[in-house]
């Protein structure tokens, strides 16, 4: 079992910046890919950004350029820059074994989901 604790959220401006991070604790090895979906109300659940263990990333085309994840063995950080009121949801880190990268932001592939924590933008 992994276990996954996040931290950072809250409410900003159209064009400010924020900072999620997450911890992982209990059995880590099954976390090789670590990363955050997340929901905004009335839509579908979407991955957003995956590190892997190697450094290898994986971000969606809506946040690239914006959105930056890093990763410190357990623990990883997204740096949310340029936000915009499309990017409000509920953010949720993930934790999993790394599928076929073509597969890294489909939620099917992770066992592991944190409680999730909410981002809100103001235009």
């Known amino acids: 079992q992994v276990q996954l604790v996040e931290s950072g959220g809250g409410s900003v401006q159209s064009g400010g910046s924020m900072r999620l991070s997450c911890v992982a604790s209990?059995?880590?090895?099954?976390?090789?890919?670590m990363g955050w979906f997340r929901q905004g109300s009335g839509k579908e659940r979407e991955g957003v950004a995956v590190?892997?263990?190697?450094?290898r990333k994986r971000y969606a085309a809506s946040v690239k350029g914006r959105f930056t994840i890093s990763r410190d063995n357990a623990k990883n950080t997204l740096f949310l820059n340029s936000l915009k009121p499309e990017d409000t949801a509920m953010y949720y880190c993930?934790?999993?074994?790394?599928?076929?990268?073509?597969?890294?932001?489909?939620?099917?592939?992770?066992?592991?989901w944190g409680q999730g924590t909410q981002v809100t933008v103001s235009p």
């Open positions: 590190i892997a263990r190697d450094g």
């Open positions: 209990g059995n880590t090895y099954s976390s090789d890919c």
């Open positions: 993930v934790a999993g074994g790394c599928p076929l990268f073509e597969y890294w932001l489909q939620r099917e592939w992770y066992g592991y």
